[in-house]
């Protein structure tokens, strides 16, 4: 072996793509999904309360009308 080769990189060929199960709990994927509501005013305050929005600089909330055949959505 020469000093090349010794040096030269070499991919792992196993790698493990699962992932951890630390701190999840499959209850809590289904308490979210429950929390849709067929009014979209609803919705948007839920997703503001949910993630904190006025103080969470993470997430952005842009609401915004739309104007269909001279109607405003």
Same mark, same amino acid.
């Given at each position: 072996?020469?000093?090349?080769? /010794?040096?030269?990189?070499?991919?792992?060929?196993?790698?493990?793509?699962? /992932? +951890?199960?630390?701190?999840?709990?499959?209850?809590?994927?289904?308490?979210?999904?429950? !929390?849709?509501?067929?009014?979209?005013? /609803?919705?948007?305050?839920?997703?503001? !309360?949910?993630? !904190?929005?006025?103080?969470?600089?993470?997430?952005?909330? %842009?609401?915004?009308?739309?104007? +269909? %055949?001279?109607? %405003? /959505?």
């Amino acid at each position: 072996m020469n000093i090349k080769q /010794l040096f030269q990189y070499q991919p792992d060929n196993n790698y493990d793509f699962t /992932l +951890a199960s630390v701190g999840f709990k499959q209850d809590e994927q289904h308490e979210d999904n429950q !929390n849709i509501y067929p009014n979209i005013d /609803l919705n948007i305050k839920y997703m503001k !309360n949910k993630y !904190n929005s006025s103080i969470n600089s993470d997430i952005l909330i %842009r609401e915004f009308s739309l104007t +269909a %055949r001279n109607t %405003r /959505l």
